[in-house]
């Protein structure tokens, strides 16, 4: 059974920084595109960043270059330091888990999402 349990977010003031993590169990990373994605209050989940390992990585425009997605295979862990943080960037940031025949682009445009596994999330909280 996949399992995803996030941790790491907080509050913070604009400027500052805060690493998620989200634990796996269950899967192989290899196998799967992983991705974090945001929901804020009163508007849509968007995917921030998605990585595979056949496929690299992906960002979304609004947090490109203040934002990394890593993992650590030998911890079944994944890694979204986030750095220069805004206040538009408040919201609940869940990780998920999908078919690595999709790619990192698509996996965080929604496609293959339905069927993903996903975290409970954790809440980011950005004070300006």
């Known amino acids: 059974e996949v399992q995803l349990v996030e941790s790491g977010g907080g509050l913070v003031q604009a400027g500052g920084s805060l690493r998620l993590s989200c634990a796996a169990s269950?899967?192989?990373?290899?196998?799967?595109?992983i991705g974090w994605f945001r929901q804020a209050p009163g508007k849509e989940r968007e995917g921030v960043s998605c990585?595979?390992?056949?496929?690299?990585?992906y960002y979304t425009d609004s947090v490109k270059g203040r934002f990394t997605i890593s993992s650590d295979n030998s911890k079944n862990t994944i890694y979204l330091q986030m750095n220069s943080l805004k206040p538009e960037d408040t919201a609940v940031y869940y990780c998920?888990?999908?078919?690595?025949?999709?790619?990192?682009?698509?996996?965080?445009?929604?496609?293959?999402?339905?069927?993903?596994?996903w975290g409970q999330g954790t809440q980011v909280t950005v004070s300006s």
């Open positions: 998920t888990a999908g078919s690595n025949f999709i790619t990192p682009y698509f996996y965080c445009s929604g496609y293959g999402t339905q069927g993903a596994s």
């Open positions: 269950g899967f192989t990373f290899d196998d799967y595109t």
């Open positions: 990585i595979s390992s056949r496929d690299g990585t």
